[in-house]
């Protein structure tokens, strides 16, 4: 199935476009196999790929998608509709506009620079299918779905959504006219009338299809097409927090590797094992594997799950599975064996899939007549997309299966050939990584990743939002695919005309050697953050006490301290050459208390509350102080409150300074957070992961600033996959110590290299010492 390529700008991570003496960028090498697309929109076979496109010009992306939502009579409908994204503007048809020229929108509207954007799996009409679900971070009420057949499309619509997000940011910042910014923010009435809007402008756009036709989405294929002729690749960094784990290669076999955890076996508390292999298919495509519950598709890869039946599915991100299996190919045993466990996954900010299995009990399916129930190992799946060298279309990913054991059995197994190892559910486990890996291999259609066709053409006036000034807009994108899908609109819309072809050069990414990056540390400069002509203040942090005490030594439970930052790998200075990350330093601000707060609601301006010590007399003589208030989702609801001092005022012109007193929407892009779980279960360390993550991409912040502070409040519970990984890590936080390190990314040279702005570990935390809010 044909898809998208995801575009990058020029000047941004992991490379830079470059033009050639005609004044259009580089192509690819395989000229001979461009072909004409002009018939490409039915079937779309594509050959090549071509990345960039002119800054000037406005992305254009299309393709059938699965329009989902309720009617006004209650019903849910899930009908195929034609996706059509110009910019920050969104149609939606019954028919191909190409195919059909004179067709009307049914729906269209704007996409705001407050969208959020999640990707979810769930049954729809007896099929599962990758649902895209949006929101508007300041009015949730304000949402729609759409869905697709396979996890690369969806992650492909993921990408033009984002886009056309950027292209409304973009609008926004560099000035457009008051109307326009009214018209981006206004609220949208999703039940009322849409205003008519103007032809869009005759111009000559990007346009980048993603999938093929409505025959294809219905078949959901998973033939992804295309040729790859290389099968080198670039393994770049898969975390940004220092671990523990020291793993070592005990076996090979059939290509796969197993390791064990030499760091976890001296706890004694068991064996943390791990199979992994190169794959040669993208991660969608692992991922769509790995959760298809297809007996026949499964039994090819899979002898121990291969028998699976949906018991349960919960909010696009979990579900549970009942599965039965034959023991005579594992034991003696004649009496056949059945099991109940949980699946629970979601998408990192990198691409990077993570499924997590835990065994269960469900009231749908108690223990069975003739089958003896079987506990299965808890275990988790982690897929990770490896970087082609230039001018490859293969895919690649790296598979990881991580599972937990009894150390007697493993210590046998790897002692003596004679072991049984190789008839436990164990090796079961850890077997499927090879199944799956020999699986793809004899699938053609599943190795590889299908290319896309991306038509770059040039207009002599770039389409800027100037050009819609007349268009009488206050429906943001929430109206183009939220309501009864049977609406329509008044408008046609026009397609621009064609001047010339040019394909675009994929850009360069070099990585750096992690094992270098581990010697060079970055301090961050004070003078260049704060304010250099004002002396500092003392800080003295006793004259600070939050409800959460502050930890003596290691030892100490249910307390925070600060540690530094060298437990966290950050951007360099060269990082935009070379893509290398260096070991943090000590922290910019000072953390001098933390509050931990259990309140029947989300609460915002914590900053404001009399009590607070930002309204304390010592507080306020302080230069500045930065409050991060994250706000945890439970029964009760927590709060957990970060309180960061300066000793001395901002630097207006520095980063900080501009994130302090900048807009939401840069603050949104550039507020970062690292997680790691130094010590733990590691199910829950392999959840929450060691990636950094952009908190104002992920969920919604909300931002306040006044006198001598900024107070960030993080709603974790504005994301569904938020929610069940912090529903994960409360189950076991008593037993958890967390290692979190805040810093604003730096995207420009002049920006690097990164600091950490401020850092905190929290050490076994009790929910039960959580202290009531007093308003």
């Known amino acids: 199935m044909e898809t998208m390529t995801a575009l990058k700008k020029a000047g941004g991570e992991g490379g830079h476009e470059k033009e050639g003496s005609d004044g259009s960028t580089g192509s690819s090498s395989n000229d001979s196999n461009n072909g004409n697309n002009s018939g490409g929109h039915k079937h779309g076979?594509?050959?090549?790929?071509?990345?960039?496109?002119?800054?000037?010009?406005?992305?254009?992306?299309?393709?059938?998608?699965?329009?989902?939502?309720?009617?006004?009579?209650?019903?849910?409908?899930c009908h195929l509709r034609f996706l059509f994204i110009k910019g920050k503007y969104v149609e939606m048809y019954k028919r191909d506009p190409h195919e059909?020229?004179?067709?009307?929108?049914?729906?269209?509207?704007?996409?705001?620079?407050?969208?959020?954007?999640?990707?979810?799996?769930?049954?729809?009409?007896?099929?599962?299918?990758?649902?895209i679900q949006f929101y508007?971070?300041?009015?949730?009420?304000?949402?729609?779905?759409?869905a697709c057949s396979t996890a690369g499309e969806a992650r492909k619509w993921m990408e033009a959504f984002d886009h056309a997000k950027q292209q409304a940011e973009y609008e926004l910042s560099r000035g457009s006219s008051t109307r326009n910014k009214l018209n981006m923010e206004a609220d949208i009435d999703l039940e009322g009338h849409r205003p008519r809007v103007r032809r869009y402008a005759h111009g000559l756009k990007k346009l980048i299809r993603i999938g093929q036709g409505p025959e294809m989405l219905l078949r959901?294929?998973?033939?992804?097409?295309?040729?790859?002729?290389?099968?080198?690749?670039?393994?770049?960094?898969?975390?940004?927090?220092?671990?523990?784990?020291?793993?070592?290669c005990v076996r090979t076999i059939n290509g796969v590797r197993i390791f064990e955890d030499v760091?976890?076996?001296?706890?004694?508390?068991?064996?943390?094992?791990?199979?992994?292999?190169?794959?040669?298919?993208?991660?969608?495509?692992?991922?769509?594997?790995?959760?298809?519950?297809?007996?026949?598709?499964?039994?090819?890869?899979?002898?121990?799950?291969?028998?699976?039946e949906l018991i349960d599915s919960y909010g696009g991100h979990y579900d549970v599975v009942h599965g039965t299996y034959d023991p005579k190919y594992l034991t003696r045993w004649q009496s056949k064996r059945d099991f109940v466990f949980s699946r629970q996954w979601f998408r990192g900010q990198d691409g990077a899939y993570t499924i997590l299995q835990f065994p269960t009990v469900h009231k749908k399916r108690p223990p069975r007549s003739g089958y003896r129930r079987t506990t299965i190992n808890p275990s988790t799946w982690e897929i990770r997309s490896l970087n082609a060298p230039m001018g490859s279309n293969t895919a690649k990913c790296l598979v990881t299966q991580m599972l937990e054991i009894h150390s007697a059995g493993w210590f046998r197994w790897k002692k003596s050939s004679s072991s049984k190892f190789e008839k436990t559910i164990p090796y079961a486990l850890l077997s499927q990584v090879a199944g799956l890996k020999e699986y793809i291999g004899a699938?053609?259609?599943?190795?590889?990743?299908?290319?896309?066709?991306?038509?770059?053409?040039?207009?002599?006036?770039?389409?800027?939002?100037?050009?819609?000034?007349?268009?009488?807009?206050?429906?943001?994108?929430?109206?183009?695919?939220?309501?009864?899908?049977?609406?329509?609109?008044?408008?046609?819309?026009?397609?621009?005309?064609?001047?010339?072809?040019?394909k675009i050069k994929l850009k360069n990414v070099s990585w750096a050697i992690s094992s270098l990056a581990l010697k060079r540390a970055s301090a961050p400069d004070a003078n260049k953050e704060l304010d250099p002509s004002v002396p500092p203040v003392h800080i003295d942090a006793?004259?600070?006490?939050?409800?959460?005490?502050?930890?003596?030594?290691?030892?100490?439970?249910?307390?925070?301290?600060?540690?530094?930052?060298?437990?966290?790998?950050?951007?360099?200075?060269?990082?935009?050459?070379?893509?290398?990350?260096?070991?943090?330093?000590?922290?910019?601000?000072?953390?001098?208390?933390?509050?931990?707060?259990?309140?029947?609601?989300?609460?915002?301006?914590?900053?404001?509350?009399?009590?607070?010590?930002?309204?304390?007399?010592?507080?306020?003589?302080?230069?500045?102080?930065?409050?991060?208030?994250?706000?945890?989702?439970?029964?009760?609801?927590?709060?957990?409150?970060?309180y960061y001092a300066a000793e001395r005022p901002v630097n207006k012109n520095s980063l900080l300074g501009k994130f302090v007193d900048g807009t939401d929407m840069f603050r949104d892009a550039r507020f970062k957070l690292i997680p790691s779980i130094v010590e733990g279960y590691w199910m829950v360390k392999r959840a929450v992961g060691t990636k950094a993550c952009l908190l104002g991409k992920a969920v919604t912040c909300k931002y306040f600033r006044q006198d001598n502070f900024?107070?960030?409040?993080?709603?974790?519970?504005?994301?569904?996959?938020?929610?069940?990984?912090?529903?994960?890590?409360?189950?076991?936080?008593?037993?958890?110590?967390?290692?979190?390190?805040?810093?604003?990314?730096?995207?420009?040279?002049?920006?690097?290299?990164?600091?950490?702005?401020?850092?905190?570990?929290?050490?076994?935390?009790?929910?039960?010492?959580a202290l009531p809010l007093q308003f």
């Open 443 to 502: 699938n053609p259609s599943l190795r590889c990743e299908s290319s896309t066709i991306v038509q770059s053409k040039l207009s002599d006036v770039s389409i800027s939002s100037g050009e819609f000034e007349d268009v009488e807009v206050h429906d943001e994108f929430y109206d183009a695919i939220a309501g009864d899908s049977s609406s329509s609109s008044e408008d046609e819309e026009s397609e621009g005309g064609a001047d010339k072809e040019r």
């Open 100 to 131: 059909n020229p004179g067709v009307r929108p049914i729906r269209k509207g704007v996409i705001g620079p407050t969208l959020m954007v999640e990707l979810g799996r769930r049954p729809v009409n007896n099929g599962d299918l990758y649902v």
């Open 263 to 308: 760091a976890d076996l001296k706890s004694g508390k068991g064996a943390l094992v791990k199979a992994v292999a190169l794959v040669d298919a993208s991660a969608d495509t692992v991922f769509e594997v790995i959760l298809n519950l297809d007996r026949h598709k499964r039994y090819e890869w899979d002898m121990l799950t291969g028998d699976l």
């Open 220 to 248: 959901q294929t998973s033939n992804l097409g295309g040729n790859g002729t290389s099968d080198g690749y670039f393994e770049g960094e898969f975390g940004d927090a220092i671990e523990a784990h020291e793993w070592k």
């Open 542 to 642: 006793s004259q600070f006490n939050g409800s959460l005490h502050n930890g003596k030594d290691e030892a100490d439970t249910n307390c925070w301290t600060s540690p530094s930052g060298r437990g966290f790998m950050i951007r360099g200075k060269t990082y935009l050459e070379d893509n290398a990350k260096v070991m943090g330093a000590d922290p910019l601000l000072k953390l001098i208390a933390v509050d931990w707060f259990k309140v029947d609601k989300a609460t915002d301006k914590i900053a404001l509350h009399p009590r607070c010590l930002v309204q304390s007399d010592a507080g306020k003589k302080l230069p500045f102080i930065l409050v991060i208030n994250l706000e945890v989702p439970a029964k009760p609801n927590y709060g957990l409150v970060l």
């Open 710 to 769: 900024l107070e960030i409040d993080v709603d974790i519970g504005s994301s569904s996959v938020a929610r069940s990984v912090i529903g994960l890590v409360l189950g076991y936080v008593t037993s958890l110590v967390v290692d979190l390190a805040i810093l604003i990314e730096a995207k420009e040279e002049a920006e690097l290299p990164e600091y950490i702005l401020g850092t905190v570990r929290l050490n076994r935390v009790g929910l039960e010492s």
């Open 45 to 77: 076979h594509s050959r090549s790929i071509s990345y960039g496109g002119d800054e000037r010009g406005i992305f254009e992306y299309f393709g059938w998608v699965y329009h989902i939502g309720v009617n006004s009579i209650g019903h849910e409908y």
């Open 136 to 146: 508007n971070r300041l009015d949730e009420s304000k949402k729609g779905e759409i």
